[in-house]
């Protein structure tokens, strides 16, 4: 602010002192001139030291009395209102207000080593999470942050030493950006597999000044109080947990606030982590080595491959229903996975076939395991079925976030109903069993 007045005061007095000089050149050469109104108005505006440096040293209209008398008087009037100005804002110098005026007004032009004082880092973004020093990137990420912050104050207070100064701040709505945030931080906190992790403080810096740039926030009013000593016969504002909140527009609260993200969102991007995996990373996220217990060195490799590579294809989520109640919430997920009934039953089919001839019988058990392996890695790469199970999903916010835990019913609907696909192989098959009891007795 005062540097735009210091700019401003030396542009009008150079406009008036030019204007003086071009309206004497045109005197001379008797062209058209610039009135004596717009002359005085430039004076009004401040730039009387201009027009009267430039009547004495252009030697123009010393002799108008208008001018000789008008412009020295406007001088003096603005001399005279702006040493009342300073006299009066020096009184207000020791007052509560003008202290506080005095460090917000630091905020307001992005001083950001004023505003690293209030806003600790601690504070504003998690650093249990995080380490490192501040650099470059958090000037940057707090310029953005309170490139709309403005500021009133409503009134003071004052008893003896002590003092209250209420004021209304107002700045971006710190919620939906606190909200931007804690969804990055637990996209890259869940993934699977990261690109890139958040780990230290200029990390987390760089995602607050990327979701600012990204982003247009609405803006909110914010009631400050600021409570204030008498130190020296100075005001010293007196800071703490309250106030650095107050002045970052609750963003500290936000940030902090366990239930900031619904449950619903929190199981989304959870869901999103398993939905981003390529069959290489399902293969190792799972575990599978010879998924199937064949035992069969020559077919187990290429049998877990076709089954990984159709979960893969196969898997998407819906979230039927999420409904919280207080620190748990109930849902229900639809999980789409390959058909592993579908599987087991064209395998059980070919078993049959299979066990039909007299081939089964001479078969040893090498051959008989090559077989049946075989059998197993044509019905999957002939499936193209997919299917879909309901699995009810219980969890709680444990006080700082929502826990997402995957049971066993969940990865047994992930891996394509397994559980029921074998009830039903085993079923077909004591059922085939004892048809075929009956007709031999």
């Not at 959870?270 to 077919?299: G, K, M």
């Not at 997402?404 to 004591?430: H, K, P, R, V, W």
């Amino acid at each position: 602010m005062k540097t735009l007045l210091i700019t401003y005061i030396i542009v009008i007095n150079l406009i008036g002192f030019f204007l003086m000089g071009i309206d004497k050149f045109r005197a001379k050469r008797q062209k058209w001139r610039i009135r004596e109104r717009t002359l005085f108005l430039v004076a009004l505006f401040f730039g009387s030291i201009g027009v009267l440096v430039g009547m004495y040293v252009f030697r123009h209209k010393t002799r108008h009395l208008s001018f000789s008398l008008g412009i020295p008087a406007i001088l003096f009037a603005q001399l005279l209102a702006v040493g009342l100005f300073f006299s009066w804002q020096q009184k207000r110098l020791g007052s509560p207000s003008q202290a506080v005026e005095n460090e917000l007004a630091l905020i307001q032009q992005l001083d950001s080593g004023t505003i690293h004082s209030y806003v600790s880092y601690e504070n504003l973004m998690n650093s249990h999470l995080a380490s490192g020093a501040i650099d470059e990137t958090a000037s940057e990420a707090v310029a953005l942050f309170f490139q709309n912050f403005k500021y009133s104050i409503l009134n003071e207070q004052t008893d003896g030493d002590e003092a209250v100064v209420h004021v209304n701040i107002t700045n971006i709505d710190t919620r939906a950006l606190a909200q931007d945030l804690c969804r990055e931080i637990l996209r890259q906190s869940v993934a699977i597999y990261p690109v890139s992790r958040a780990s230290t403080t200029s990390d987390y810096y760089r995602m607050l000044r990327d979701a600012l740039a990204a982003n247009s926030y609405e803006t909110i009013v914010t009631p400050a109080t600021f409570r204030l000593s008498r130190q020296d016969k100075n005001w010293v504002i007196l800071t703490d947990r309250t106030l650095e909140d107050e002045l970052v527009s609750g963003f500290i609260t936000n940030m902090n606030d366990p239930y900031i993200l619904p449950a619903s969102e929190v199981l989304a991007i959870h869901l999103d982590a398993l939905a981003a995996l390529t069959a290489d990373q399902w293969a190792d996220y799972l575990s599978i080595n010879d998924v199937f217990a064949t035992y069969n060195t020559d077919y187990y490799q290429a049998i877990d491959r076709e089954y990984i590579e159709q979960l893969a294809a196969a898997f998407r989520y819906k979230i039927i229903r999420c409904d919280e109640n207080g620190d748990t919430a109930n849902a229900v997920v639809r999980i789409t996975s390959i058909d592993m009934k579908n599987v087991l039953t064209d395998y059980r089919r070919r078993l049959l076939r299979y066990a039909a001839t007299t081939q089964s019988l001479r078969d040893d058990s090498v051959t008989f395991s090559n077989e049946t392996s075989r059998m197993l890695l044509e019905s999957l790469q002939e499936n193209d079925s997919v299917t879909s199970t309901d699995v009810d999903m219980t969890f709680h916010n444990n006080g700082a976030a929502w826990e997402i835990y995957f049971g066993s019913d969940f990865t047994d609907a992930l891996m394509g109903d397994m559980s029921g696909a074998l009830e039903a192989f085993n079923a077909s098959a004591q059922s085939q069993s004892d048809e075929i009891h009956l007709k031999l007795g």
